[in-house]
């Protein structure tokens, strides 16, 4: 991939934010945000529905106005709408508009052309996403997943130097996910900053440096995935086969907090793994025991409040 440096490396960082707020009617959305984006970060934005997140990217992106406190964009106030910023943002959103009557090649370059971006990145661009073969279908005639795919070259044909996805790989099926992850390391590699908004902790485990976690127009925990699945309190889950172990049994081992049987598995949940795998390797053996330690979606629920219930998950 050819990916011209960002141009713009003035020093500081890509988005200062501090005590951002919003409210809509009675609904306090975003309740004193504060936080920063460095050039060339990752930056991952995660939360339940309703939490904030879109409300927080559309006032980074400039799309709307924070009621109070103060927000930098590559050094520049975004509002009132900053026509010398638009260039150096790439905006994808759920809703992104598409020349519906046009290929997905024009569709590109039209998008291009209003940013006066070299042509040239048009194909670029397209095999970059995987559509190089799609180029002259009309966009009307694309799958979910290629549209989803058009909205993100849409947003990275000018090569800009802060690029916002939002849920970019909601419809991808599980290779193109895998795809566009490379994509958007590639990007980073280039020195471009992401704000990358999703659902899938996974993704954000994955990809990204830094997550803030939003609930209820408030960031509960900014850090590190690495770091937060350090810090947590989550259990590490040891999986015993259901016939070699009962519930009621394996409840009787010190150190297992909690006891749940899953999909043919007896699930011991402890905060004291070494133990109790030795007991467990003593009373039953090890064969087939399979070891869950926290992740970041582990993080997340118990932040966001939903781990109770939690019987259902693997
Ligand atoms: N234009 C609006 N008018 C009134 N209320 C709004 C408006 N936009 C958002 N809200 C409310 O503000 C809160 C935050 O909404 P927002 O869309 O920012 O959340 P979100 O985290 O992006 O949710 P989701 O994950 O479901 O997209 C929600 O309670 C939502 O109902």
Known sequence: ????????????????????????????????ITLTVERGEFFGVLGPNGAGKTTLVEIMEGLRRADSGSLSVLGAPPWPRNMALLPRIGVQTQSSAFFTRLTAREHLATVAALYGADPAGVARTLSLV?????????????????R??????????????????????????????RALWQVLRALKGA??????????????EALCDRVAIVVAGSVVALDSPGRLVGAAKAPTRLLVPADRITAERARGFEGVDRVVVEGGSVVLETRAAGPVLAALGAAVGLDGVRTRTATLEDVYLELTGELTGSEGRA
């Open 130 to 146: 995987g559509l190089a073969e799609q180029g002259g279908v009309r966009v009307d005639v694309l799958s979910g997943g290629q």
């Open 191 to 204: 020195g471009r900053t992401i704000v990358y908004t999703t659902h899938h902790l996974d993704e954000a």
């Open 148 to 177: 989803q795919r058009l909205a993100i070259a849409s947003a990275l044909v000018h090569e800009p130097e802060l690029i916002f996805l939002d849920e970019p790989t909601a419809a991808l099926d599980p290779q193109a996910r």
């Open 1 to 32: 991939m050819t990916q011209k440096k960002p141009t713009g490396q003035a020093a500081g960082p890509a988005l200062v934010l501090e005590g951002v707020r919003k409210r809509y009617g009675d609904k306090q959305a975003l309740d004193g």
